[in-house]
């Protein structure tokens, strides 16, 4: 059974940077869209970004041209570099993969604090 793992997250102060990344513990296909979730407390769970299988992405308004999507596949692992972070970006994030059923790994937590 393919498992996604999250990791990366941490606590970072205001304007900082960090890179999180998904590894697939078998192939993640190239098929399949891959997504960054977010989910702060007391709020619904939100896309970020995604990714298609041909590499074309998108980004919620919130944090377009400070956050970047990508995918290695030879290395089964999504990441998102996260740079110019801000408080409202704390959250769990979490990488989905676009299939059905959709598989979603366990989360890292990301909190943007001075």
């Known amino acids: 059974q393919v498992q996604l793992v999250e990791s990366g997250g941490g606590l970072v102060q205001p304007g900082g940077s960090l890179r999180l990344s998904c590894v697939a513990s078998?192939?993640?296909?190239?098929?399949?869209?891959m997504g960054w979730y977010r989910q702060a407390p007391e709020n619904q769970r939100e896309l970020v970004a995604q990714?298609?299988?041909?590499?074309?992405?998108m980004y919620s308004e919130s944090v377009k041209g400070r956050f970047i999507i990508s995918r290695d596949n030879a290395k089964n692992t999504v990441y998102l570099q996260m740079n110019s972070l801000k408080p409202e970006d704390t959250a769990v994030y979490y990488c989905?993969?676009?299939?059905?059923?959709?598989?979603w790994g366990q989360g890292t937590q990301v909190t943007v604090s001075s």
């Open positions: 989905k993969r676009s299939s059905v059923p959709p598989l």
């Open positions: 078998r192939s993640i296909s190239r098929i399949f869209t």
């Open positions: 990714i298609t299988s041909v590499g074309s992405t």
